[in-house]
């Protein structure tokens, strides 16, 4: 819980960096900002660091809202939640130059990583006082108090004491090092990203916004090729995910998404094709639920090694507590049937239209495309979507924010030992990047 509260912490600053402190700072755009000393403080061994252009990003955020959408509501919104967060005191100076650049990175340690963010500050005193409180991590300051590191440790099974922590932060801010990002690679970049002995080796990734898209490319040098030998996969329909790179650690992931399955050894996934249109609740049955849930996918699984994915189902047990019945065929969800196809010994396809099936080598690692609103489509009764909206309040102003875009595409291809990434995320005519991604972020917020 500590480790994941940290976590969240950071996540929060991030989150308040890009969207809402943006606007709160905009009074002080042409102010001088402070001179960029953070970036020198990188870790010498982080694998991943990364740059954020705090005021290019906060002069396109005010342009946005302020003069191309000229969107009341957002803006309403923002006023109100400054106001009313500052009444409770939720709201603290942190000492933070927004108008600089920020640095984030990533580094090993013992069995885990150090996420850390390095900021330039404008008050010390500020910074030490109250980023704790707000984040809720552990942070430090440098020797000439221009600079400041808020640090976060994850581990799947070590925890490090604050105490440890704050010798790591100090370590941090006692030694300089080489500026990874002092030859910018783009001058349109808000963030730039570089990998170093990752899992696809060295390499940049420039992300950027034009023409109400933000997007982002980068080529990478591997050590080695990754293999990509998959036989099939899905023809693209709604929100299509193939992917033919799935992490070692895939079947504790997997056992937690599908709990009611047999604890049995599956051997290891190479990839996966999957195609999702939405979610139906449909009321009914006298199962632990009281409802079934059918989600309306299509998935093809490639194992390495053969398996009897129809007998593993068919012996599991506990499908009744959950409205699940099987057959010869595959599952029974409530009236929706799901078949279970084997295309080899070491590959299956699920779901409710077989169709879509193509049998051909998928060209790519990796590749998302679609449309991301039928991720959170969910169809039944009026009470079932009440029900969903009390659940999660975050499901309307989520499902807004994806109706919101265009298109969803990234793709991650190989040619011998250089991988190429890119992708984009196109908004729709009348829609605008900057604004609806602050709308979200403050109907997170409650707003």
């Known amino acids: 819980m500590q480790t994941q509260s940290r976590f969240k912490g950071l996540l929060a600053i991030l989150i308040s960096l890009l969207f809402i402190w943006g606007l709160f700072y905009v009074s002080s755009l042409f102010l001088k900002s402070s001179i960029n000393t953070n970036l020198a403080y990188f870790p010498s061994d982080a694998e991943i660091t990364m740059r954020i252009d705090g005021k290019k990003l906060v002069k396109n955020v005010a342009n946005d809202v302020l003069f191309t959408s000229k969107d009341q509501v957002v803006l309403d919104k923002l006023i109100n939640y400054i106001t009313q967060e500052s009444k409770d005191g939720s709201v603290k100076k942190i000492g933070i130059d927004f108008l600089s650049e920020i640095g984030v990175f990533v580094k090993p340690i013992k069995n885990g990583k150090i996420i850390g963010v390095l900021v330039n500050l404008k008050s010390p005193k500020d910074f030490k006082e109250n980023a704790p409180k707000i984040t809720n991590t552990v942070v430090a300051i440098s020797e000439n108090d221009n600079v400041g590191v808020l640090i976060s440790y994850l581990s799947p099974n070590e925890i490090l004491t604050d105490t440890d922590l704050q010798k790591i932060a100090n370590a941090i801010l006692h030694k300089k090092t080489t500026n990874p990002f002092l030859n910018a690679t783009s001058e349109n970049a808000l963030v730039e990203i570089k990998a170093n002995n990752t899992t696809f080796g060295k390499g940049s990734i420039i992300i950027s916004e034009e023409n109400n898209a933000f997007t982002f490319e980068s080529t990478l040098q591997a050590k080695k090729g990754i293999p990509n030998n998959t036989t099939y996969c899905l023809k693209p329909s709604g929100l299509h995910v193939s992917c033919a790179m799935i992490p070692d650690n895939y079947l504790a992931a997997f056992e937690q998404v599908f709990p009611i399955l047999n604890k049995e050894q599956f051997p290891k996934i190479k990839a996966i094709s999957w195609n999702y249109q939405g979610l139906n609740i449909q009321e009914g049955g006298t ?161």
């Open 287 to 447: 199962h632990n639920l009281g409802f079934y849930v059918q989600p309306m996918t299509d998935m093809l699984i490639e194992f390495e090694k053969p398996f009897h994915l129809n007998k593993h189902i068919q012996y599991t047990e506990n499908f009744d507590k959950w409205g699940i019945k099987t057959n010869k065929k595959g599952l029974v969800i409530g009236n929706q049937s799901y078949t279970i196809d084997s295309l080899s010994p070491t590959s299956y396809f699920i779901g409710v239209n077989a169709s879509n099936l193509i049998k051909r080598k998928n060209p790519y690692l990796l590749n998302i495309e679609g449309d991301m609103e039928d991720l959170l489509k969910i169809s039944g009764s009026e009470s079932i979507s009440t029900f969903v909206e009390m659940i999660f309040p975050a499901f309307t102003s989520s499902q807004d924010f994806f109706k919101s875009i265009e298109n969803t595409s990234i793709q991650i291809e190989q040619k011998g030992t250089k991988i190429k990434i890119k992708g984009k995320l196109k908004f729709k005519k009348n829609k605008y990047s900057y604004t609806e991604c602050l709308r979200f972020m403050l109907a997170l917020k409650g707003y």
